[in-house]
């Protein structure tokens, strides 16, 4: 079909002479250069990923990746038995990030890829929950936590389990370890701790967390156990911050998830869940499927998922290593700080989070210094003009009347787009204080373009 057209003008074709269908199922057919030039046109308002800095998500790959991810299109990462070697670079991969992580046996504990952070959230929410029914638990369950993504409201909604989230102290943007033992029962079946959190992208303090959990063992309570969702700071710290303990080296620590679409430098769709031994996860969630006339455990919410992600994972973790993934991270850090410096040279704003790599992840997060004569969702609407997608929000609770603006810096942010970036701040700060916008903006109308459940408040 496509061939009697292509002496034609595309924009000429029948299928260009009216509006795509966008309702009803389409009656007709469409060419396929039609049918593409309507669809790749139409995302052209998308906006350039790699100027979106309220995600957390990669939006760079070099050519390899990508021509990995072209050439296992086709590959369902649950047939085991007949991609048997993209279900060995899986295996690999879980090896590779538990002995990352510091698992005693690294070499034999559990873990699985999953299709992100969520999903792996998920699995370890309910490894816990299954442990603690196995320890004779009974009633209603429920987990202690910090501000946290959506994705533990969600664990909590559709698993039914009692979130108990601890509002923040004036004084403190993450979850105080002091707080945590008085929202602690014997239903308590873990806490989560977020190593870089959504809202400033600061780690919790994951030891302080653990070693109050110990206290209240030792004093004849609960023994309750501790997941890290180290959904962006899994894969900075080991490298940037070896010193800051969060992970397996704690005892408390039974399960980690992260996503290999941060700052693993995985392409969009990748998603790890590790536990400290294979005794933390319960027998009854694994289910078992051919592979290579054995068969292999799998624990997954989802049947098929592609499996070019796992694949383009492991040639990260070969091609970078420890030292290349340092290199990287660092480079990304020095970035970070080069923003936050040029924020903070600017006047009106105050950093919550500068960048620094034992603080938190690779993202700069700022309030206003008093009152100025514009606020942040003002600015943020502005920056779009400029193609910037940078959010600004609301606190969590304990502190939601503060409205704080964060920019997450990735892969393939340079020093170069930190300067335009920048000179685009100032510009619109200039703007925004010549000509203030009407005050009735709501934050939907100024900030709308994030993903959240919560209206304004960036998950992605
Ligand atoms: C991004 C994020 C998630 C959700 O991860 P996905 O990979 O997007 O499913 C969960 N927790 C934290 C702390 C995150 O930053």
């Not at 007949?82 to 510091?102: F, G, N, S």
């Not at 004569?373 to 193609?387: K, P, T």
């Amino acid at each position: 079909m496509s061939d009697t057209a292509d002496s034609d003008d595309l924009f000429a074709l029948p299928g260009l002479d009216h509006a795509a269908p966008k309702a009803g199922f389409p009656p007709q057919e469409l060419f396929a250069q039609v049918a593409y030039e309507v669809v790749h046109d139409e995302l052209l308002l998308d906006g350039v990923s790699r100027m979106n800095l309220a995600t957390f998500c990669t939006t760079w790959l070099d050519d390899s990746a990508r021509r990995l991810m072209n050439e296992s299109l086709d590959k369902n990462i649950v047939d085991k038995d007949e991609y048997p070697q993209t279900a060995e670079l899986e295996k690999r991969c879980v090896r590779m990030i538990a002995d990352l992580w510091h698992a005693p046996d690294a070499a034999n504990t559990l873990g699985t890829s999953t299709t992100g952070s969520s999903e792996a959230a998920m699995l370890g929410g309910l490894a816990a929950k299954f442990r603690w029914r196995a320890r004779g638990g009974s009633g209603t369950p429920n987990f202690v936590c910090g501000p946290v993504q959506v994705c533990w409201e969600k664990f909590a909604r559709y698993f039914d389990i009692e979130i108990r989230q601890i509002p923040l102290r004036a004084d403190r943007l993450t979850m105080h370890p002091d707080d945590v033992v008085a929202h602690c029962d014997a239903n308590t079946i873990m806490v989560v701790a977020t190593f870089g959190q959504t809202f400033t992208g600061l780690f919790e303090d994951v030891a302080g967390v653990s070693a109050a959990l110990d206290r209240l063992h030792a004093g004849g309570g609960p023994d309750i156990p501790v997941h890290v969702d180290a959904a962006s700071g899994g894969f900075l710290a080991p490298f940037t911050a070896p010193e800051v303990e969060w992970d397996f080296r704690l005892p408390r620590v039974r399960s980690i998830n992260a996503s290999g679409h941060k700052t693993g430098l995985a392409p969009l769709g990748a998603g790890w869940a590790i536990w400290r031994e294979k005794s933390d996860l319960p027998a009854e969630l694994i289910f078992d499927v051919d592979y290579l006339g054995g068969s292999m455990p799998t624990f997954n919410l989802n049947f098929s998922r592609p499996g070019g992600q796992v694949i383009t994972q492991y040639y990260w973790f070969i091609r970078l290593g420890r030292t290349g993934y340092t290199r990287v991270q660092s480079a990304i850090y020095e970035v970070t700080r080069h923003l936050a410096e040029g924020l903070s040279r600017l006047g009106p704003f105050e950093m919550m989070h500068d960048g620094r790599p034992e603080r938190g992840i690779t993202a700069v997060c700022w309030r206003l210094r008093g009152e100025q004569g514009f606020n942040l969702y003002d600015l943020s609407d502005r920056l779009r003009g400029r193609g910037w997608l940078i959010a600004a929000y609301p606190l969590p609770e304990g502190r939601e009347n503060e409205t704080i603006m964060r920019a997450v810096i990735r892969h393939g942010f340079t020093h170069d787009m930190a300067d335009l970036l920048l000179a685009d701040v100032q510009r619109c700060v200039n703007q925004l204080e010549r000509h203030p916008f009407s005050t009735s903006l709501t934050r939907a109308e100024s900030g709308g373009f994030t993903h959240s459940a919560k209206p304004a408040v960036p998950n992605a």
